[in-house]
């Protein structure tokens, strides 16, 4: 007896706790900074959040995600469209305070990824995708590589990471090397830029992939996708997802659309802020719902929250702010002095004499970049003696500071070179006041901002 009564407090207690359980889940549900609960954000469709991601096992680093967009299924209809998310994105990540939005993966994987998404977009996410850049290369060439207009000379190089873009304007066929080039290539655009080159991509993909000869190329293709893809979708959905999305490009494309906002520098670091009641309103029609009061509302008081810890990031009220970046900062740093300890440093002797030789110009260059003023080496490839002289004082009436670079071998076009791939300074670098050619090498060690390489087409 004694036994029965004791079963049936436990199941008393159990009963208890599990009503309580769901009665505080009910009544004090987790809101987003929007007011909302998880239960009214938009769930009209098959939201699929898709991560390109590049983790770095050997250094131990998770990595960052990307590539980030959304895929929006409509299972009745079998149509389907595209939200691509500028990675730059300053969003509030939970228990991280506010960062860009590719750094949630770097805090806290997919999970906090995809939480981050559903506050920023007033949606529900009911599954993910998870792209690993590692097996981008051999997807790419598993496929027999893609056909690309390439839209202009694309220059990059990272001598910490290794890291080079070196694409020419035009059509080309891109293997999997240079498609991850193409991808990846940022400059004075930003991540629109690079928004536009991955859409533009995705779809030299599909074209491929719907080709004739594509079947030679299944068995590989099935392996690379296994090896590269992580995804929670059941394999049903995703034969419905593709066949959705074939039918749609085929009779009038794939919907794509971009976040809505604007880029803007804050202590240096760039970002994409978002228009959160352009947003919420793009959502309401991607997600084919009505706005009700309740979901405006929401958007006006996020928009405000949002308004208010931009504001107080600009005024420099945020110990926090840009945490991220200056984690990068001291990570290349580290590097670098790495880097210089296996190469063996230059001697003091060494060291001294070519800082001798820089004399008082560069000493003078060097006070004015620390406070901020873009400093540029102009060196006179023009083959005209009165050309160099000319284009310095357009520059210093720009607002440049310039270092006589000396005269170079001839040219034909004028070419501009940034040492770094701050945002802040490849734009400024894109205003130089004449026409030329912006390529990025980014070199910790220089001593000005960007060289100018003065050509023949100078004018």
């Given at each position: ?347 003091k002797d060494a060291k001294d004499d070519k800082d001798a030789k820089a ?28 050309a160099g002289a000319d284009a310095a004082a357009r520059l210093r009436s ?62």
């Amino acid at each position: 007896m004694r036994s029965i009564f004791e079963a049936k407090i436990l199941m008393i207690v159990a009963a208890v706790c599990a009503v309580a359980y769901m009665l505080f889940g009910y009544l004090n549900p987790e809101k987003g900074m929007d007011n909302l609960a998880p239960s009214d954000r938009l769930n009209m469709k098959k939201n699929i959040v898709v991560l390109g991601v590049d983790e770095r096992a050997e250094e131990h680093d998770v990595g960052r995600s990307d590539t980030l967009f959304v895929v929006m299924f409509d299972t009745d209809k079998k149509a389907a469209s595209l939200l691509s998310i500028p990675r730059d994105t300053r969003v509030r990540i939970k228990g991280h305070g506010w960062d860009k939005i590719n750094h949630a993966y770097a805090y806290g994987g997919r999970e906090l990824t995809q939480n981050t998404v559903e506050e920023l977009l007033g949606i529900h996410i009911n599954n993910y995708v998870m792209v690993d850049f590692k097996g981008f290369k051999g997807l790419v060439d598993a496929i027999g590589g893609v056909d690309i207009d390439v839209e202009k000379d694309m220059y990059y190089h990272d001598t910490w990471d290794g890291f080079k873009i070196d694409l020419k304007k035009g059509r080309q066929h891109l293997d999997g090397q240079t498609a991850i080039q193409y991808v990846r290539y940022r400059d004075e655009e930003g991540d629109i830029g690079r928004i536009r080159r991955q859409q533009h991509f995705i779809m030299a993909v599909y074209e491929r992939i719907t080709s004739a000869n594509m079947l030679l190329h299944i068995p590989g293709l099935a392996k690379q996708l296994t090896n590269m893809v992580k995804t929670d979708l059941p394999l049903s959905d995703m034969v419905d997802l593709g066949r959705a999305l074939h039918s749609m490009v085929k009779e009038k494309g794939l919907a794509m659309a971009t976040v809505p906002g604007t880029p803007e520098y804050i202590d240096g670091i760039s970002y994409w802020l978002p228009d959160i009641t352009d947003l919420r309103e793009q959502m309401v029609k991607m997600q084919g719902a009505t706005m009700t009061d309740r979901y405006k509302s929401a958007a006006e008081l996020m928009e405000q929250e949002y308004t208010a810890a931009v504001e107080k990031a600009k005024s420099g009220d945020d110990s926090a702010e840009n945490k991220e970046a200056v984690k990068e900062e001291k990570e290349q740093l580290e590097k670098k002095k790495e880097a210089e300890a296996k190469a063996g440093k230059v001697s003091k002797d060494a060291k001294d004499d070519k800082d001798a030789k820089a004399g008082k110009a560069d000493q003078t260059a060097e006070v004015k970049k620390s406070a901020g003023t873009t400093v540029v080496r102009l060196v006179n490839c023009s083959g005209s003696k009165t050309a160099g002289a000319d284009a310095a004082a357009r520059l210093r009436s720009a607002g440049f500071t310039v270092i006589s670079g000396g005269s170079g071998e001839v040219v034909a076009q004028t070419t501009v070179i940034s040492t770094t791939n701050n945002g802040a300074v490849v734009g400024r670098l894109s205003n130089v006041p004449f026409s030329h050619k912006l390529r990025i090498s980014r070199d910790g060690a220089a001593d000005c901002d960007g060289v100018i390489m003065l050509g023949a087409d100078y004018k």
